[in-house]
């Protein structure tokens, strides 16, 4: 028949940031290495294919680190003054840094051997990157211009100059090698085509200066980022602005694609990295830094975060792997190990009695099969069987009463439901007493739980007001009664405050009216009338309906 | 203000009241299957089941009921098995009939003649055409006398004053001499009678009642059950006067049924412990089949051993085969047990069925209360069970032997009007102790699992009892469901859908939106308009009228004729909608809201009203008075249209208009889309029905709505996917109970100044049509026969438009002199 119902044990939302799969996700990450250079970390780039070579440019050089062992795999070191924003080609054999005299230089990953340089520029350059077809370097200069240069020639193919300030920031397209995006201290972004070299093709207002840029893979939404703002803009309608996010509360300056495009990073003088969906740009988690962030790098794989400060400092994180949690929580690793031994155990049985199995039941034989038997809890088996003091006696063991107190009460409540709390909380010696009142005392002022505990401490109270206590129990009945004293005291704290609160609102409404009251008098209006007319033909319709 | 006030009667006028052709009828197949015990036939292949006055029988094997049979015109009182299969039944008139089990036809009827005695309490079939009847005791109530009647010569009385109830009487041989044994049980005693020989005894043992007997059908064995739950075996009671006993004692409650299987090796008992105890006969051992659902009433053997059949006090009868497992149940419409546990200051109205009887709008069925925790859905067409639900899923506690303890109970039920939200409030209290808990739960229905899943539980939605739970009507399908409550905590809440959807998952849940009160008075009743866009509470005599979505007060309504606390509260539907009818204690009256008058009051009624419902299909309304007189009205005059006198003794718990599947021809107006349902406090099912239509046993001819539900098959391919009808869907009804059609271009038109107006020639035409009614498929209902001529003769200056009692084509020629009204009008201003 009905087979037993379980206990119902209310559990109450916890109030606080929730546990999604995000936070989950991104608190994988151990904790950074940190590499500590000369000057700011100005710019971080990821090679895009493995092993994952990161490029870091600050002060006056550029140092390529192997993300694993975190060591530096090669420097370039041939500037004169400060390299800025080196960028590796797709493939990872070139990379490619802007300097402060305004040259743009190529390097050899494999021999270190400078290549290229790209003259022209009247000021340094901030930013460059390579173009999809690998041909082709884009830079973005102080010089409030954009140039397009062609790898092989070393010449340049077209310069735009239509910024009015700084260009910090931009961006190639991953699909066309002949779009690319600029972001300039004069808040506007701009688009340009290399086939249609009369000027930009799409030029937005960010508000304030842009310090970064970014166009999504499918090449439809551009993201720039400055100030304390994030906007998206849909290329495909001419810069449509889609969302405006402001959660960092200082500059943000970086910006990233994470989780395969999924997840957008940001970056801010705040000290903090904040991760957003791509669908509704909510922020999903926050990753923490101990000193303003100016520049982010992020593996596609998500394996590695690395994360560049102004005071120098370079962290790099690293996601666990397995065997680094088994090591971490090795109580864990244990229950997880022996229940994949248990599990194997029953997979041989289940193989064995498989092969084993020679007799085949005839189809009018009804054969008996053990049912599958739900787990049933300690407790409610005591409760199955009427034994109300032993059901309480096994949620009061110290560690349901203090890490799961829920389900203490759900067993207090099923028993004043089913009327045996008195028997249950009779007849009990002392250390069972001790622990149920400190339970009482430790529980009596949580607001999800006063109802019922309440009823048992008033029925304990009601059973053992005339017997004799040991000094004990006494005095443990004494700090229950100093927990409902000073609870009370807060009570009464808290109302005399809401009084307080009252006659503040009540008077702020007074004087609201009051002034929105000469408010009127100062413009007298008089509501119109319908005219004679208007309400003959009001009249009319009426007839009609 | 009052416009026809104090008009005092005696009781509603029922000048017009025509009871020709409309009658009260009992719904038969509603009544309970567990009165008397089932019976199998020899071949344990069929049990036959007494319910009212048919006799049902059911194949053992599938539970499924073959045969019906109805010729009895009283309640039947015990059914025997004469042949292999022919049945043996007896109604309360005595009259018998024997019927054939394979085919169900009738064989042969025959009064049964006891020396004048035209009631019959019991009724048993020992065999060799001897029969056993228990009649009402000539001296003392609630006892019955024995007798046995034979073909051939006098009824002889056996026993007087023996109990009255089945199980108290028990017959077998003597394996000896072949003579056959009668036992009976009194309070204190068992008396045993040995026919043929003649032999009488009296056993007495303490002071514990005895229950029940059963005697072994082999042996001189006798068992009985006591009331402290002691079942004693007697060994050879016919011819010793201080039988052998053994004491067999389990059970903390009264034993309701003991039964020895059929070879005589086991004894079953069973009682409220809902436990049902197989006992090994001269042994110690015992098995037992706990959590039966609920308390066990008999307990029968089939012939064959293989199977026993219990019937159970919700309605149900369950068969436990060989392993000790239930494995078939046939389940009747459940009753509700008095609520107990709850104080005694509760009205009988909150005891027994307090949720009533609730619509539901998308399977047409009635939701209402079944066992304690529990809901069930009744379809009132086929009058058969959809479902039961467990709405509060605790284990069902049992009483202890001096002790009451209470379930939840669910106490109210609403359904959201398209059926997909269902809000129950479910209370567990124990006054003793001083604890109570409520629960107020949001049930969403899932079409494709075809049941109700758990959206949203509230603990403690009020600090006191919810007095009513009410959804809002009328809402669009892109606006959020909206539930109000009103509580003895002085409170009303309105519960809204809270969409709470992250880039996780989807969520929607149940939270309190806005908590009023209104003078720290109680609320007692509330109401929503048809068309959900005014809600009206009672606190005490003062009725308040609320703008739901703003919770503006919008006015209160109180008069010094009306002054006792309304205790039930509706708004007219269709063209009475702007009638709100109260019902206080001793009086019947209506506001109307638009004028803000009392329209009516009947006063000094015969009894309170128990019951105050609408009917969703017409503007009529039906007040069920406590002494069980039903009366029929139109919420805008007093005049009843149909007026039920008293009925019987029993006194209404609850009612409801049902929408018919098909109209009715012809009839009295509010007979034609809906039928009137009644419950009294013996849970049994009244109509109020048309004559012509009385016949209730019409098979249903609209299609089921939950086949939308079912999985394909090769047959659902045939069926088109869509299916295009050229008939008009209708469309929730919105009243304009605020503003003038084209009010507002009306208002800017006065509101510009004229130097900024555009040349009268290019407004003119848009103006126009804004002043005009429209309607598309929308607003037209081709309803003519409703048109109410009070609704034309009201002051205009209200502004009020019905449109849904306007003649269609009547419109459209009043339209079209609309337009050509306009047309001089265009032609001026060029």
Redesign the interface.
């Known amino acids: ?5 379980k206990t ?1 044990i ?1 559990s109450l939302p916890k109030i606080g940031q929730k546990v ?2 995000d936070t989950l996700y991104w608190r994988k990450l151990n904790f950074p290495v940190t590499v500590k250079e000369f000057g700011p970390i100005d710019y971080i780039d990821v090679m895009p294919i493995e092993p994952y070579f990161i490029a870091v440019s600050s002060a006056a050089k550029v140092q390529i680190y192997n993300p694993i062992t975190h060591q530096v795999h090669r420097h370039f070191t041939r500037f004169k003054e400060a390299a800025y924003g080196a960028s590796i080609r797709s493939d990872g054999k070139l990379v490619i840094a802007g300097c402060d005299e305004g040259h743009v230089k190529l390097f050899d990953i494999g021999s270190k051997s400078l290549l290229r340089i790209f003259k022209g520029h009247k000021g340094p350059v901030h930013r460059c990157k390579f173009t999809t077809d690998n041909v082709h370097v884009v830079s973005f200069s102080d010089d409030k211009s954009v140039a397009l240069w062609d790898l092989p020639s070393e010449t340049e193919i077209i310069k735009f100059s239509e910024h009015s300030d700084y260009v910090r920031a931009g961006c190639v397209s991953s699909i066309s090698s002949d779009l690319f995006l600029s972001g300039s201290f004069d808040h506007t972004v701009k688009l340009y085509d290399a086939r249609s070299p009369t000027g930009s093709t799409i030029s937005v207002d960010h508000g304030s200066p842009v310090e970064s840029v970014l166009m999504y893979p499918s090449n439809s939404i551009f993201v720039s980022v400055g100030g304390t703002e994030l906007r998206v803009w849909d290329m495909l309608a001419g810069g449509r602005l889609l969302a405006r996010v402001s959660q960092h509360h200082k500059t943000i300056t970086c910006l990233h694609l994470a989780s395969d495009g999924k997840r957008l990073v940001t970056g801010g003088l705040d000290r903090h990295a904040k991760i957003y ?1 791509v ?2 740009y ?1 922020v ?1 988690h926050t990753l923490d830094f101990p000193s303003p962030v100016l520049s982010l790098g992020i593996t596609p794989d998500d394996f590695t975060v690395v994360a560049g400060m102004a005071n120098g400092l370079i962290s790099m994180q690293h996601r666990q792997t397995q065997a680094e949690a088994r090591a971490l929580n090795p109580k864990q690793s244990l229950k997880v190990q022996k229940k994949s031994q248990t599990a194997y155990r029953f997979r041989l049985n289940a193989d064995f009695r498989s092969v084993n199995r020679t007799f085949n039941p005839a189809t009018d034989v009804e054969v ?1 099969t053990k049912t599958d038997t739900n787990f049933v809890s300690r407790y409610d088996m005591f409760l199955r069987k009427f034994q109300y003091s032993k059901a309480l006696d096994t949620v009061l063991t110290p560690y349901i009463r203090k890490k799961k107190p829920a389900i203490t009460v759900g067993v207090m409540h099923e028993l ?4 045996g709390l008195k028997s249950a909380l009779a007849g009990r010696d002392d250390s069972s007493l001790s622990s149920i009142l400190t339970f009482l005392a430790r529980n009596i002022n949580d607001p999800s739980h006063a ?1 019922i505990i309440i ?1 048992v401490a008033n029925t304990l109270l009601e059973i053992y007001e005339s017997s004799s206590l040991t000094p004990q129990s006494e005095k443990l009945f004494l700090q229950l009664q100093e927990h409902v004293n000073r609870e009370v005291e807060y009570v009464k704290h808290l109302m005399e405050i809401e009084g307080m609160l009252h006659i503040l609102l009540a008077s702020t409404t007074t004087q609201a009216r009051r002034s929105s009251t000469y408010a009127v008098q100062g413009s007298p209006v008089k509501p ?1 009338l ?2 004679a007319a ?1 309400a003959a ?9 | 203000m009052v416009k026809m006030a104090n008009k005092k009667t005696r009781g509603p006028d029922k000048t017009q009241a025509n009871t020709s052709d409309i009658v009260v009828k009992k719904l038969d197949d509603a009544t309970d299957i567990v009165r008397q015990p089932p019976v199998f036939t020899n071949d344990s292949k069929y049990i036959c089941i007494a319910s009212g006055r048919q006799i049902g029988i059911y194949s053992v094997e599938s539970a499924e009921k073959v045969h019906s049979l109805e010729e009895h015109t009283f309640d039947v009182i015990g059914l025997a098995i004469k042949d292999d299969n022919i049945l043996l039944s007896c109604d309360a008139s005595g009259e018998t009939i024997e019927w054939n089990i394979n085919n169900g036809t009738t064989l042969k009827k025959a009064p049964l003649v006891v020396a004048g005695i035209k009631e019959f309490h019991s009724f048993h079939y020992p065999g060799n055409g001897k029969v056993l009847v228990a009649t009402p005791s000539t001296y003392t109530t609630n006892m019955s006398s024995l007798w046995i009647v034979d073909s051939h010569t006098r009824p002889r009385k056996l026993f007087a004053d023996i109990k009255s109830t089945p199980h108290s009487i028990a017959f077998g041989c003597n394996q000896g001499n072949g003579s056959l044994v009668v036992v009976a049980l009194q309070d204190h005693s068992v008396v045993v009678k040995d026919i043929t020989n003649g032999v009488d005894k009296k056993h007495m043992t303490d002071q514990r009642k005895f229950t029940c007997v059963a005697l072994h059908s082999e042996k001189l064995i006798m068992a009985t059950g006591d009331i402290s739950g002691r079942i004693l075996i007697w060994h050879d009671f016919v011819h010793k006067s201080r039988p052998v006993k053994t004491v067999y004692h389990w059970h903390t409650l009264p034993v309701n049924s003991v039964c020895f299987s059929s070879e005589g090796e086991y004894l079953y008992s069973g009682g409220s412990e809902k436990v049902m105890v197989k006992w090994r006969l001269g042994m110690s051992r015992k098995q037992f ?5 609920s308390s066990i009433k008999y307990i029968v053997n089939a012939p064959d051993n293989i199977c026993v059949a219990t019937s159970h006090s919700d309605n149900a009868i ?1 068969f436990i085969d060989s ?1 000790n497992k ?1 494995n078939r149940a046939i389940i009747g419409l459940v009753k509700h047990d008095p609520i107990r546990g709850f104080a005694d200051t509760e009205p009988i109205k909150e005891s027994v069925m307090p949720t009533g009887l609730v619509f539901d709008p998308r399977s047409h069925g009635i939701f209402f209360n079944a066992q304690a925790g529990f809901l069930q859905l009744f379809d009132p067409q086929k009058n058969s069970l959809i479902f039961n639900m467990d709405v509060a ?3 069902v ?1 049992t009483d ?1 032997r001096n ?1 009451v ?1 209470g379930n939840a109970e669910v106490l109210r039920v609403a359904v959201s009007p398209t059926g997909e939200w269902l809000a129950t409030l479910e209370v ?1 209290s ?1 006054m003793s ?1 001083g ?1 109570h ?1 409520m629960n107020l739960k949001f049930w969403r229905y899932d079409a494709v699992q075809a049941n109700y899943e758990l959206n949203t539980d509230v ?1 403690m939605p009020h600090q006191d009892r919810v007095t009513a739970l009410c959804f809002q009507p009328g809402l669009l399908g892109t606006e959020m469901p909206c539930l109000v409550s009103i509580g003895r905590d002085l409170k009303f809440k309105i519960w809204r859908l809270v969409d709470d959807t ?3 998952r989807q969520k929607e849940s149940w939270s309190c939106d806005v908590a009023g009160d209104f003078r720290k008075l109680t609320p007692s009743a509330l109401s929503f308009s048809e068309d959900g866009s005014l809600m009206a509470i009672a606190f005490q005599d003062t009725v308040t009228l609320w703008d739901p979505t703003s919770i503006n007060l919008n006015t209160t309504l109180s008069h010094t004729l009306v002054q006792e606390p309304i205790e039930l509260m509706e708004f007219g539907r269709d063209n009475c909608f702007r009638y709100l009818v109260c019902a206080s204690k001793s009086a019947l009256y209506a506001w109307d809201v638009i004028s803000q008058g009392l329209v009516w009051k009947v006063g000094q009624l015969h009894s309170s009203v128990r019951c105050l419902v609408p009917d969703p299909k017409s503007c009529y309304m039906a007040a069920v008075l406590q002494n069980s007189e039903v009366f029929v009205f139109s919420p805008s005059s007093s005049k009843p249209v149909h007026s039920v006198p008293k009925m019987n003794s029993s006194e209404p718990i609850a009612a409801l208009f049902v929408p018919r599947p098909n109209p009715l021809a012809s009839g009295p107006e509010w007979l034609i889309n809906s039928r009137l349902l009644i419950v009294d406090d013996q849970q049994e099912f009244l109509c109020v029905d048309d004559v012509s239509s009385a016949g209730f046993n019409q098979k249903l001819t609209t299609p089921i709505s939950h086949m939308d539900s079912l999985p394909w098959t090769p047959f659902s391919a045939m069926k088109a996917e869509k299916q295009i009808s050229a008939a008009k869907q209708l469309v929730p009804v919105v009243h304009q109970t605020s503003g ?4 507002k271009s ?1 208002q800017s ?3 510009t100044s004229a130097s900024a107006l555009p040349p009268m020639s290019r407004i003119c035409s848009l103006f126009m049509s804004d ?1 005009m ?1 429209k309607h598309g498929p929308k607003a037209v209902t081709a309803k003519v026969n409703s048109v109410d001529r009070t609704s034309t003769d009201l002051p ?1 200056s209200n ?1 009020h ?1 019905d ?1 849904k009692t ?1 003649d269609f084509s009547e ?1 459209t020629t ?2 079209k ?2 337009t050509l ?1 306009c047309q001089w009008l265009v032609e001026t201003v060029k």
């Open positions: 028949m009905a087979s037993f119902k119902q209310r999604t799969a969906d669908q509704s909510q999903v008996a004043i439901r089913r009327n109802n009823q119109m319908p005219s208007a033909n009001a009249t009319m319709i009426f007839n009609v309906g | 089949l706990p959590r039966m659902g369950r392993t239930i899923n605790r284990n506690l202890e002790l303890i567990w124990n102790a604890y808990d603990t992250d880039i996780y003038i059609q084209g009010y009306v038109l006065l509101e002043l009614i205009l502004g438009i449109s306007q419109e009043l339209q002199l609309l009204d």
